[in-house]
């Protein structure tokens, strides 16, 4: 079993940054890939950036792409989403997800393990 938990979510203004972390436990994080996914009110799960076990590959969500990175650090058993220019349809819960591989996986369903989330609040 693996074990995510999230932090750093908040509220933000429009133009703002936020950086989420995710915690990993249970298994070797390195032997993992890892994604974002988000979650608004009333809306589907959707796919936000995800990144091979070894941080070779990045891939992600064209809504956000060149203002969010996703990083990690194998070493403290962390991924990382850096969000720049925040806008208010980024308003979500935003969770952390796992599972073992060696490409990176941008659909929902393909993820095994999830964290509990964090919301990220953008106001314009």
């Known amino acids: 079993q693996v074990q995510l938990v999230e932090s750093g979510g908040g509220l933000a203004q429009a133009g703002g940054s936020l950086r989420l972390s995710c915690a990993a436990s249970?298994?070797?994080?390195?032997?993992?890939?890892m994604g974002w996914l988000r979650q608004a009110p009333g809306k589907e799960r959707e796919f936000v950036a995800a990144?091979?076990?070894?941080?070779?590959?990045?891939y992600y969500a064209d809504s956000v792409k060149g203002r969010f990175t996703i990083s990690r650090d194998n070493a403290k058993n962390t991924v990382y989403l850096q969000m720049n220019s925040l806008k208010p349809e980024d308003t979500a819960v935003y969770l952390c997800?796992?599972?073992?591989?060696?490409?990176?996986?941008?659909?929902?369903?393909?993820?095994?393990?999830w964290g509990q989330g964090t919301q990220v609040t953008v106001s314009s």
């Open positions: 997800a796992a599972r073992s591989g060696t490409g990176y996986y941008i659909q929902r369903y393909a993820y095994s393990y």
């Open positions: 249970g298994r070797t994080f390195s032997s993992l890939a």
């Open positions: 990144i091979s076990r070894n941080a070779e590959s990045t």
